[in-house]
């Protein structure tokens, strides 16, 4: 299987572009900042998910690039915190965007606990 066939991976992937969509309309002040971080934060989680099934051969490697995946997941959740209070996106933007993050929490600390149904051997 491919990690692109992975549900944290889709889904992750779905909220990142839907977070680069969103902040288009951010301000410009804002280009360096609150706009350049959380397209970085939301594109790492699906570049640490994708590091992470690479390197699943290992169970510490395996566990370590998806908890760097879920860092990178607390991090968006931090900038949408931002973006809401900033007025840059509406309750029902955060609220959607917030659910679609948690979802993603989910799925990815169900691959740390749950290694071996992902192909993780215990070497």
């Known amino acids: 299987m491919d990690f692109k066939e992975l549900l944290a991976y889709k889904k992750a992937f779905d909220l990142s572009m839907g977070i680069f969509e969103i902040s288009k309309s951010f301000p410009k002040e804002e280009t360096y900042s609150l ?6 934060s939301s594109r790492s989680v699906c570049a640490n998910i ?24 607390s991090e968006t959740s931090t900038w949408l915190d931002f973006a809401l209070k900033c007025n840059y996106i509406s309750k029902k933007e955060y609220s959607n965007y917030i ?22 051997e215990n070497i």
């Open 50 to 73: 994708s590091e992470a099934y690479r390197k699943r051969r290992y169970v510490k490697h395996f566990i370590s690039k998806l908890t760097d995946a879920d860092g990178e997941n």
């Open 35 to 40: 706009t350049d971080q959380i397209r970085r």
């Open 99 to 120: 659910e679609q993050n948690r979802q993603v929490g989910k799925l990815i600390n169900f691959m740390i606990n749950n290694p071996s149904k992902f192909g993780v």
